[in-house]
């Protein structure tokens, strides 16, 4: 009896020995990988090297596309990948660079919107990169009614 419950001990030990090393190694491999991160400090830094990240087109004619420019320089030392722009809604078209940015490099997102209901509007364009954190553009304005 006593040899039994000594197995059965022993086999307790190995298994909780055993997941420990399991989530130890884990943890070692997770904090290695974020370091391979690009050294922007993420795209909302990058993106902040912009003039600006909010743009107020102020009165827009109802029908008539419009466009806000975006630059950004990557102050890192490793190369910026954006892999996806999303505008919040259909009417708000992003475009990015699908190069990587060197550091050093600038790149540009812009943002078409297209005016097709008047009256004020804030649309967001969301950023996604080979970083920890996506960052966020703004556009704001009004529409308003064409001239007949």
Same mark, same amino acid.
Do not use: W
């Given at each position: 009896?006593?040899?039994?419950?000594?197995?059965?001990?022993?086999?307790?030990?190995?298994?909780?020995?055993?997941?420990?090393?399991?989530?130890?190694?884990?943890?070692?491999?997770?904090?290695?990988?974020?370091?391979?991160?690009?050294?922007?400090?993420?795209?909302?830094?990058?993106?902040?090297?912009?003039?600006?990240?909010?743009?107020?087109?102020?009165?827009?004619?109802?029908?008539?596309?419009?466009?806000?420019?975006?630059?950004?320089?990557?102050?890192?030392?490793?190369p910026l990948i954006i892999t996806k722009a999303t505008g919040s809604c259909g009417c708000t078209v992003p475009s990015y660079p699908k190069e990587p940015i060197m550091p050093g490099g600038t790149?540009? $997102?812009? &943002?078409?919107?297209?005016? =097709? @209901?008047?009256?004020?509007? *804030?649309? !967001? %364009?969301? $950023?996604? &990169?080979?970083?920890?954190? =996506? @960052?966020?553009?703004?556009? *704001?304005? !009004? %529409?308003?009614?064409?001239?007949?």
């Amino acid at each position: 009896m006593e040899l039994k419950h000594f197995n059965e001990v022993n086999t307790m030990k190995r298994t909780l020995l055993l997941s420990f090393a399991l989530m130890l190694g884990l943890v070692v491999y997770q904090n290695a990988s974020s370091h391979n991160l690009p050294a922007i400090s993420r795209v909302l830094e990058a993106i902040s090297k912009c003039e600006k990240t909010t743009h107020d087109f102020g009165k827009i004619e109802q029908n008539k596309p419009v466009t806000a420019t975006f630059e950004f320089t990557n102050t890192g030392d490793s190369p910026l990948i954006i892999t996806k722009a999303t505008g919040s809604c259909g009417c708000t078209v992003p475009s990015y660079p699908k190069e990587p940015i060197m550091p050093g490099g600038t790149g540009i $997102i812009t &943002a078409q919107f297209n005016a =097709a @209901a008047s009256g004020s509007f *804030t649309k !967001t %364009v969301d $950023i996604e &990169a080979n970083t920890a954190k =996506a @960052a966020q553009l703004t556009i *704001t304005g !009004t %529409v308003v009614t064409a001239k007949q």
